[in-house]
């Protein structure tokens, strides 16, 4: 199997009806890829709808993403993502769900992506999720009809976190509450404090804090994996 990570990201722009804008949180890709390239993996790109999605939270006082969006190869990839039905699950080690607030609204729901990250995951790959990253789990169903968050432990920005942040009755749902309705062990710590778990080739980490731990917990159950 090649060694390559897939980062999915959401495709919408509009945080409800605030008139901000919203998408994927840049760091929640940015270190991570960082993490993965160190550690010898590549990194493609997938969107709910294909093409450029749009992006959220830039710090360009961080050099590890001023790097990642200057990247010419980077930003050619950013540029013109696949749609999930494009994309084969055999071609991945991994999919890495993004955060970003955008992903509430267009994760859930899209059956092609659910279906890839099933894919990659009944192949004996790892599904991993940050922060709102979470959301494209929500509607994984594995062969046997059950969620592939059932039974697991799972971290997401919590329900606290949420109301932390003014968006409560923004969202379309609470991420947190629509997980352990699926029957997700929920796990956290403090609001924005870093926290991170793997169970079963699964794994999830609560806010932005959280997501080069999740990275390193993906290549060190990649690694046991081909051990």
Request: charged fraction near 20%.
């Amino acid at each position: 199997m090649a060694k390559k990570i897939l980062f999915a990201l959401t495709s919408h722009g509009t945080l409800g009806d605030t008139g901000r804008s919203t998408g994927f949180y840049v760091p929640e890709v940015a270190h991570p890829a960082a993490v993965f390239r160190a550690a010898g993996y590549e990194v493609a790109y997938v969107s709910v709808r294909g093409g450029q999605p749009p992006q959220d939270g830039y710090d360009a006082g961080d050099a590890v993403q001023a790097a990642f969006l200057a990247d010419p190869a980077t930003a050619a990839a950013l540029a013109a993502t696949a749609a999930p039905g494009e994309l084969s699950p055999g071609d991945y080690d991994a999919v890495f769900f993004a955060g970003g607030h955008g992903a509430m609204w267009d994760l859930p729901g899209c059956a092609p992506l659910a279906g890839l990250a099933a894919g990659v995951y009944e192949r004996g790959g790892v599904v991993a999720a940050v922060c709102h990253g979470p959301a494209g789990l929500v509607d994984i169903r594995l062969g046997d009809g059950s969620y592939l968050v059932e039974g697991k432990q799972v971290s997401t920005f919590t329900n606290e976190e949420e109301q932390a942040v003014g968006l409560t009755e923004v969202v379309p749902f609470l991420l947190e509450s629509r997980l352990a309705e699926r029957g997700a062990k929920i796990t956290k710590t403090a609001n924005f404090a870093a926290h991170a778990v793997a169970d079963q080739r699964l794994v999830t980490g609560q806010n932005p804090a959280s997501a080069v731990r999740v990275a390193e917990l993906v290549v060190e159950q990649l690694e046991a994996r081909a051990a």
